[in-house]
């Protein structure tokens, strides 16, 4: 039997363990994540394990709801401490959850504890953790985990304030339109009061997005990141499009769906014109329960995946842009892991296409396993661009040390069975889990 959370941990083979070793030490590029640029900026200290833990994390409220928790110790009033408790009274039943192994790894990695954590142990834990963590600050953090970039997610209106290159990391924003796709007053309002003009066209609003958008590549941004429940319709053309945005505030679903399509091409071309990344997250149905909604609001752990994901929707988007020259860079995420054969498939089609790390749902052992063997066998696995964190925690860099581990087990898998060479596995290793994602990003060393 193994230590716990030992040095083995995931690693099934000698060759496993041989090639875990070559990455463990890598350098970090986290090219998707929420984390807050201006806590990187400031120097931001915890108070204690739980705002660390619990201040913003979904996945941790969604699993405390899971096993029974009032909302009280999730969302609600209760202080820092008793809603760790009641992490830690629910902990040893997320046996096989993600949610596990990061937990005991970031004990692990951040503060030397290799105790299970639970009920019992909670608070000696608290006070171990919580008397280093008065001595560290997030970039400490950061450099504890050889983070060299951060991209993080921004609104188009944001001033942008607080990305730079702080000790060994570099910040740089990511433009996410999101909200200004909606076309909503305030949304627009803000855009144009940022871009220096009115919004009152749809020439109007391509203009500020523009604007906007090279101001963002004045702070360094190299990616850019669309959200979406579903993919984007076929282009409806300028005089459709200019029509739609004249009456954008009694527009039906569809018609917002249109628009939206023009906008998100506009948009595609204007990345591919400056050399950018554009990432599509897709497959999200959110907010699912709507008595829940008003008491907890947005990203609080009631989102799920769609179960349908029209991918032929993505052959005609690249189509449309690539008849335009307008084809940028372009990683796919989608939540549903049903369609990532289509999306790898997909990828040989057309240049420059990447099938994404598993997201959300699908960061687990096993869900990050069979995405990478999905990509392998549609794909190729050596074009992989590794991991990210895709959270709001700065503790979730642990999240890099779990998907070397897997992948170390699974490609150690093809090593020990003699069907791949151990030489060309280390440097298939290197490249998945660092110098990949440099060279699509253009990071220069």
């Known amino acids: 039997m193994k230590a716990f959370f030992g040095d083995g941990l995931l690693l099934n083979s000698p060759a496993a363990e041989t090639l875990y070793r070559e990455v463990a030490d890598l350098p970090i590029i986290d090219y998707h994540c929420h984390l807050n640029e201006k806590e990187i900026r400031d120097g931001h200290k915890f108070a204690n394990l ?33 809603k760790y408790l009641k992490y830690a009274e629910i902990f040893p039943q997320l046996c096989g959850n993600p949610l596990y192994y990061w937990t005991q790894l970031e004990l692990k990695l951040l503060f030397g504890i290799t105790e299970p954590f639970c009920a019992e142990s909670a608070p000696r834990i608290w006070a171990a953790a919580n008397e280093q963590l ?35 990391t570099e910040v740089r924003p990511t433009f996410r339109p999101d909200r200004m796709l909606t076309c909503a007053p305030d949304a627009l309002r803000e855009l144009g009061e940022a871009a220096g003009l009115r919004v009152e066209t749809l020439d109007d609003m391509k203009e500020a ?79 699912v329960n709507a008595a829940a909604f008003p008491q907890v609001g947005r990203d609080a752990g009631y989102d799920v995946m769609r179960s349908v994901v029209n991918t032929d929707a993505l052959v005609d988007f690249f189509n449309t842009l690539e008849g335009r020259g307008a084809l940028p860079k372009v990683i796919l995420y989608s939540l549903n892991p049903g369609c990532v054969p289509a999306l790898a498939a997909l990828s040989g089609a057309f240049p420059n296409i990447r099938v994404g790390a598993a997201w959300w749902f699908n960061d687990t052992v096993q869900g990050i396993r069979r995405q990478l063997e999905t990509v392998a066998e549609y794909a190729a696995l050596g074009t992989s661009l590794g991991m990210l964190t895709d959270s709001r925690s700065f503790a979730s860099y642990v999240r890099f040390d779990f998907f070397r581990r897997i992948l170390a087990d699974m490609v150690g898998g093809y090593v020990e069975r003699g069907e791949f060479d151990p030489k060309q596995a280390v440097e298939l290793m290197k490249g998945i889990c660092y110098g990949n994602i440099r060279a699509f990003l253009g990071l220069k060393h």
Not at 135 to 157: G, H
């Open 50 to 82: 739980g705002e660390l833990w619990l201040g913003g994390d979904h996945y941790k409220w969604r699993a405390m709801r899971l096993c029974g928790v009032e909302e009280f110790y999730i969302t609600g009033e209760a202080d820092d401490y008793a």
């Open 209 to 287: 997005l523009r604007r906007r958008l090279i101001f963002f590549r004045s702070k360094g941004c190299r990616i850019a990141d669309h959200g979406m429940d579903f993919l984007p319709l076929p282009d409806c053309g300028e005089v459709r499009a200019a029509e739609l945005f004249a009456r954008r505030e009694a527009l039906t679903p569809h018609e917002v769906a249109e628009l939206n399509a023009h906008l998100t091409a506009y948009l595609a071309g204007l990345y591919a014109g400056e050399g950018m990344v554009m990432q599509l997250h897709f497959g999200t149905f959110r907010n």
């Open 134 to 168: 008065g001595r560290m600050t997030v970039n400490d953090l950061l450099r504890q985990f050889r983070v060299e970039y951060v991209a993080t997610t921004d609104d188009p209106a944001s001033p942008l304030e607080a990305h730079g290159v702080y000790g060994g």
